[in-house]
C-alpha cells in the first residue's frame, strides 16, 4: 500500500474509533447499557494493535487493521444505532464480515506458523478445510453468546430459527470468501512464502 492510500486508512480508522467512543456515551444516553457495553469492548480492541505495535513491535497491516475496526463499529454501532432492528439484512452482513475478519485473521497466522516453525507444517486442503470449520465454530459461539443474552437480558437477538440459520449460513460464506481466493493465491506461490512475506510485513523475522 502507497503512503497515501495508508494515510487514509489510517484516518477512515481512527474516524470509526472515534465514531464508537461517541456511540458509548450515546447509549448511556439512552440507557442501552448493553450496547454501551458492546461499544467500549469494541474500542478495546480496536487499540490491540496499537498494543500490539507498542508492546511487541508486531505491525498488522493497515488494510487488516481497518478491516477489523469496520467490523466492530457495524456490529457495536448498528446496535447502537438500532440498525439491526430498523434494516433487516445487518444482521446477515455484520456475520459475513466478522466471520471473514476472523478467518482472515485465522488463515495468516496458519500460513505464519507454517514458515517459521519447523515441527508444524500444513498442506493445502488442510488449511483450506481447517478455515471453513473455524468460521462455522465461531458463529456457532456467537450463537451462543446471542442465546444467553436474550435469555439473560431480554433482548431480541434471535428471532427466529430461520434466522439463526441464515446466520450460521453467511458465516460459512465469510469462511469460504477467505478459504478459496486463499487456495488460488497459495496455488501461484507457498504457504511458506506467504506466511514469510506476511511475517516480514507484521516485524518478524525468519530464524533460517
Known sequence: MNINMKFYGHIISYFLKFSLFALFFWSIHRREYIWALGCLLSLIVCFLPTLLKRRWKIHLPIELELLIVLALFLHSGGGALDAYHNIPWWDHITHFLSTAVVSLLAFIVMAIIDAYSPEIKFNMP?????IIIFSLAMGVIWEFFEFTSDLLFGTHNQLN???TMLDLFFDFLGGI?????????LKHTTPERFGLEMGEEIGLH???
Open 206 to 208: 525468519s530464524k533460517n
Open 177 to 185: 470468501i477467505v478459504a478459496i481466493p486463499g487456495a488460488f493465491y
Open 161 to 163: 430459527n430461520t434466522d
Open 126 to 130: 488442510l488449511l483450506i478445510f481447517f
